[in-house]
Nanobody, 125 residues
Framework: QVQLVESGGGLVQAGSFLRLSCAASGRIFSINNMGWYRQGPGKQRELVAAITRGGITNYSDSVKGRFTISRDNAKNTAYLQMNSLKPEDTAVYYC???????????????????WGQGTQVTVSS
């Protein structure tokens, strides 16, 4: 099993910034793609940003230029730097990781998708 623990959410004013973290632990040989998704009130979950193990990034049009995704492979951790926040960024933010199951030096052959529990981001106008 793998646990993804998110942190860094909160209540901020429009124009402010937040930095989310997502730390993975457990049966991890390696992690391929990591991503941040969000689900606003009455909306479907949507991709915000994703990053490959090699550092290639992808962003939704709504956050391009304001948000930056990064990761530390040695720490199995992903980050989301969110600048110039807008009220429409209000949502629960979820971390996702594509985990190669196993441990140090051992790969079981399974690849499993994991989700964090979510962290609330609220932006007031």
């Amino acid at each position: 099993q793998v646990q993804l623990v998110e942190s860094g959410g909160g209540l901020v004013q429009a124009g402010s910034f937040l930095r989310l973290s997502c730390a993975a632990s457990g049966r991890i040989f390696s992690i391929n793609n990591m991503g941040w998704y969000r689900q606003g009130p009455g909306k479907q979950r949507e991709l915000v940003a994703a990053i490959t193990r090699g550092g290639i990034t992808n962003y939704s049009d709504s956050v391009k230029g304001r948000f930056t995704i990064s990761r530390d492979n040695a720490k199995n951790t992903a980050y989301l730097q969110m600048n110039s926040l807008k009220p429409e960024d209000t949502a629960v933010y979820y971390c996702n990781a594509e985990v190669l199951d196993g441990g140090p030096g051992f790969y079981s052959g399974r690849t499993v998708d994991y989700w964090g529990q979510g962290t609330q981001v609220t932006v007031s106008s």
